[in-house]
């Protein structure tokens, strides 16, 4: 043979080898790859120029093809895997003068071969199944073919028509079950729905449906739904309770997690309380953030429930936290939720957060000024990407919320200390909603005090109809640091400490109201006088909040310019 003879004999054997569907692969006696056709470099996902001249375990990190070079005999039928497949495998050693040089294996991809195995053993499998139930089902079932021959029945419906197995499989399905429509199903592939069948002089609910493979009509299964109609009409009136039950749940539900309040909540009518009102109603046309800020007790929650309420989210839920009263280590999975596992303790399943629970609707953080600087953060992240990650997980979940902010601390002293953290204050700061104190709206503290009279009276069961003018006079006279929450529960004392009376009197109210050294009692002092002088002092006060600013106090009292010069006038101001 000559040199052209033998290039060409190597060229179609490297070609055979090339094209062949199994790989083929080779390594000298110090386990390093010589050989790896072209379907051992598909088969494993490589380029085989990569691997040639490298160590086979770079190749196939957990091989053994270098123990038939130590045995020197055949192995057959060696598993191993890589990128996920499995592949079997036939290795020899290579001799050359009895001595061994290298080793070769010859593998296949046994991948889909198993998965095609598993599949058709699932088939027989699911098919035996299938017979059992059928023939030890309880219900009333009956498989028929495509020209409605019985194919399959189970055993309570044979026993129902008075037949064996042996009797009903094989015959036309109207041979079985009288008035039966099965076999119209199979040929049209139309399904019946809860149709009345009448068997032995039995009015049953059937269903008939066709069996579809690959577009076409096979046969066709059907069910006994109801094997008498009264059976039915009993689960019909169930079903019904059930539901108008669940409706109750879910009414409940939506009450629990709805704004309970509106603007006509919110007693008052001075231009401050007025002026307050008209900026919640347009924040609650906007989708914004609301930051309301005020003193403790003057009824920041009632302007967040009425936002949400006056909002296009009205109809979704309003979810409330108190960021003061959570731990700060809980803060966080109370408001992202938590995964199952996530830490010790954690409810299997996990746990909805707060954010989820507000979807499409508004959360409300109360006392937002304390929460830890390190929650700040976390908060701030789904200000800016309207996502949030449970406590636990590695996926984000877009949120669609409105966040209404409150707190009676003062944000920018917070932010100057490093308590709050700037970007936040200025995030939370797009819509800032101001709620003045009661001391600033004297003149709402008489209708607030009989709004809030009335209520107390009906959910104590105390028959009260009025404050007495002495009362209303000390009630208008104090400062009320605690605000209207400190009103409230004045009032509410003052129910419990009644007897029989039906009005509130001064001796009912507490002493460092009544002893208040501003007030002059009213045995002494006239009241006319008594009003003229609270006036006075109401208009000092206003005049020293608003730094003289006539027009401003004006507006805060509730009364014109020109009034209010009169009344300066009069009182020597």
């Known amino acids: 043979m000559d040199r052209n003879d033998h290039v060409y004999v190597q060229s179609l054997l490297n070609t055979l080898v090339d094209i062949t569907g199994e790989g083929i692969v080779a390594i000298d006696r110090d386990e390093n790859v010589t050989y790896l056709n072209t379907a051992a470099a598909r088969l494993l996902g490589v380029e085989s120029g990569d691997y040639i001249g490298k160590k086979m375990n770079e190749l196939i990190e957990d091989t053994t093809l270098h123990r038939v070079m130590r045995t020197r005999e055949l192995e057959l039928g060696v598993v191993f895997n890589k990128n996920g497949r499995e592949f079997i495998a036939n290795r020899t050693p290579i001799f050359y003068e009895d001595q061994v040089i290298g080793a070769l294996a010859l593998f296949t991809d046994m991948t889909d071969y198993n998965r ?12 035996k199944v299938l017979e059992t139930i059928i023939e030890t089902a309880y219900d009333w079932v009956v498989l028929v073919n495509r020209e409605g021959i019985v194919t399959m029945m189970s055993q309570s419906y ?33 399904a019946e729905i ?13 269903t008939r449906l066709p069996v579809v493979i690959d577009g076409k ?12 109609i009264s059976d039915f009409n009993t689960m019909a009136k169930k079903v019904t309770k059930m539901e108008r039950e669940l409706e109750y749940y879910r009414d409940e539900l939506k009450k629990e997690r709805a704004g309970k309040y509106s603007f006509e909540n919110i007693v008052g009518t001075s231009n401050g309380i007025l002026r307050v009102k008209n900026i919640g109603k347009r924040a609650a046309k906007s989708d914004s953030t609301v930051l309301i800020l005020g003193e403790s007790g003057t009824g920041k929650e009632l302007f967040a429930h009425a936002i949400h309420n006056l909002s296009t989210r009205a109809n979704y839920p309003f979810v409330k936290v108190n960021c003061a009263a959570i731990p700060s280590e809980l803060l966080e999975s109370e408001l992202f939720g938590y995964e199952e596992g996530a830490f010790t303790g954690a409810k299997k399943g996990g746990k909805l957060g707060k954010f989820e629970l507000a979807e499409k609707g508004s959360i409300f953080l109360d006392e937002i000024g304390d929460m830890d600087i390190k929650m700040q953060a976390k908060l701030l992240r789904v200000l800016q990407e309207k996502e949030i990650e449970r406590v636990g997980g590695s996926k984000t979940k877009h949120i ?11 944000l920018e002293e917070l932010v100057e ?49 009025n404050i ?20 409230e529960n004045t009032l509410e004392r003052a129910l419990n400490l009644l007897d029989k009376e039906t009005v509130i009197e001064a001796h009912h109210l507490p002493r460092k109201i009544t002893e208040n050294h501003n007030v ?52 020597g101001l």
């Open 194 to 206: 809860g149709d009345i069948q009448e068997i032995k002089g039995n009015h049953m609910i059937a």
């Open 217 to 228: 009509v096979i046969g066709a299964v059907g069910k006994v739904n109801f094997k008498d």
């Open 116 to 127: 095609i195995d598993k599949a058709l053993m699932g088939e027989r499998e699911h098919s």
């Open 158 to 190: 044979l026993a129902f028509v008075n037949m064996t197995k042996e009797e009903a499989i094989g015959k036309h399905v109207t041979e079985v079950i009288p008035n039966t429509r099965m076999h119209i199903v199979a040929r049209t592939g139309k």
């Open 520 to 571: 002059v009692s009213g045995d002494i002092e006239g009241f006319k006088t008594a009003i003229e002088r609270l006036e006075k002092e109401m208009i000092v006060n206003c005049l020293k909040i608003v730094d003289g600013n006539k027009k401003e106090a004006a507006k805060r009292l509730g009364i014109s310019r020109t009034s209010l010069y009169q009344k300066m006038e009069k009182f």
């Open 417 to 465: 200390e490093g308590k709050f953290r700037e970007d936040l204050y200025y995030r939370l700061n797009v819509m800032t909603i101001q709620v003045p104190p009661l001391r600033e709206r004297i003149a709402d503290i008489k209708s607030l005090a009989k709004h809030l009279l009335s209520k107390l009276s009906h959910n104590m069961g105390i028959i009260v109809t």
């Open 468 to 487: 007495s003018e002495e009362a209303m006079h000390y009630l208008m006279n104090y400062r009320w640091p605690g605000n209207v929450r400190e009103l």
């Open 400 to 410: 669609d919320v409105r966040i209404i902010a409150a707190t009676n601390k003062k």
